[in-house]
């Protein structure tokens, strides 16, 4: 699920000033720090419903059939060796095999094969999480009404010329009559929204309804649309949401459009048959078990347990959950976006959420073993 902008990226800049994890241009990319802890340590633990997390790391598993074992787990994740297929394979056939919706069998079956290790940076384990979810829209087959803003798919010439027609460009009509018109939605806002959170579903005006998702952009780097809003003073920090921006955006479109303008990027995208939206992971993303993070430092398909407040309404968020994502906008070893799924309450609960909080990798017992002897692991 791939995203042209970070997601809540005026939000997520806020809170790493915030708490001052920024890293000045030029540095270099913080460097993970692991240390081993007890499922005893890990508040809400005993509580937690670990069943409804199993599907969603069977997904995950999925993915591994046919790969040889000595493959590693995720080769994008370049921070650590988390572990060779053959690791994790008969890891899988166990939860496989677990009684379904049985929170305690699913427990133990963690408790007894995964070691829990705190990720951190520089002695620091505290990270920023927010929240992200696939947006529902209205939209029309043809132009008419008010149906007036295109969703285009990809140009066949895309590959081959790069960059390709900034944002300006394309919408004054530089790919108009070319018959790459997805779809048609309302309101400039509405693809934008569509853009940053990189797939939606939209109900036609037959009474039908589509899937898009994202599918290339047009080459040119991002410039965050609402951190351009926030820069530019059209709204206050505080309370500082995707609704919000919405809403800003939809009362002036003229001002809107000048600044929407600044960012040059632009993305595609096609219609996609099936069940949800599908992560960067390839499995279809499970609501609030999916976990968007930096693949750099930790790889998909690991399962963690994440602990974190709302900093807005000191709502806590702990839960067992798996790393089935990316976004341009989770960068960092602390760092992820929760996917809250779709409709109404997943569009409020995903653009609000903006929290503090730590995340446990749980590594099975013999990678953490092999791991145990790096200069990753560290006392606490």
Not at 24 to 53: C, E, K, M, V
Not at 214 to 232: E, F
Not at 239 to 244: D, I, K, P, V, Y
Not at 275 to 285: E, K, M, Q, R
Request: charged letters at 20%; aromatic letters at 8%.
């Amino acid at each position: 699920m791939r995203k042209i902008a970070g997601k809540l990226s005026a939000i997520t800049a806020i809170a790493v000033l915030l708490a001052g994890c920024a890293a000045p241009f030029g540095t270099q990319s913080p460097r993970l720090s692991l240390s081993p802890s007890t499922f005893d340590q890990i508040r809400g633990w005993p509580q937690n419903t670990a069943a409804s997390a199993v599907p969603a790391f069977l997904k995950s598993c999925a993915r591994l059939t046919g790969r040889p074992d000595a493959a590693p787990l995720d080769p994008a994740a370049r921070s650590a060796d988390f572990g060779r297929v053959g690791d994790w394979r008969p890891l899988c056939r166990d939860a496989a095999a677990l009684p379904r919706g049985d929170d305690v069998a699913a427990r133990h079956f963690f408790e007894a094969n995964f070691l829990p290790v705190l990720a951190g940076h520089g002695g620091d384990s505290d990270g920023v999480f927010t929240g992200y979810y696939e947006v529902e829209l209205k939209g029309s087959r043809q132009r008419q009404g008010p149906y007036q803003t295109p969703v285009y798919r990809r140009p066949p010439e895309l590959a081959a010329l790069q960059p390709y027609f900034d944002r300006a460009a394309i919408e004054d009509g530089a790919l108009s009559g070319r018959g790459l018109e997805v779809l048609w939605l309302a309101d400039p806002a509405d693809l934008l929204t569509l853009q940053t959170q990189g797939s939606g579903r939209v109900r036609l005006t037959d009474g039908t309804t589509t899937r898009l998702v994202y599918d290339g952009n047009n080459g040119r780097p991002t410039v965050a649309v609402d951190q351009l809003i926030l820069a530019h003073g059209e709204l206050p920090a505080a309370r500082f949401t995707q609704n919000a921006v919405r809403a800003w955006m939809l009362s002036y479109p003229a001002r809107a459009q000048a600044i929407r303008r600044e960012d040059p990027a632009y993305a595609f995208f096609r219609e996609r048959q099936g069940d949800g939206p599908v992560g960067a992971a390839g499995v279809v993303l499970t609501p609030e078990r999916s976990l968007a993070v930096d693949r750099h430092y930790v790889p998909l398909g690991m399962p963690l347990w994440l602990e974190a407040t709302d900093r807005y309404t000191g709502t806590q968020l702990r839960r067992l959950m798996v790393a089935q994502d990316t976004g341009d906008g989770v960068q960092g070893p602390v760092r992820g976006d929760v996917f809250w799924g779709s409709g109404p309450g997943a569009q409020t609960r995903g653009s609000d959420l903006y929290a503090g909080g730590r995340y446990w990798l749980l590594l099975p017992r013999t990678v953490a073993e092999r791991l145990s002897a790096t200069r990753l692991f560290v006392t606490r």
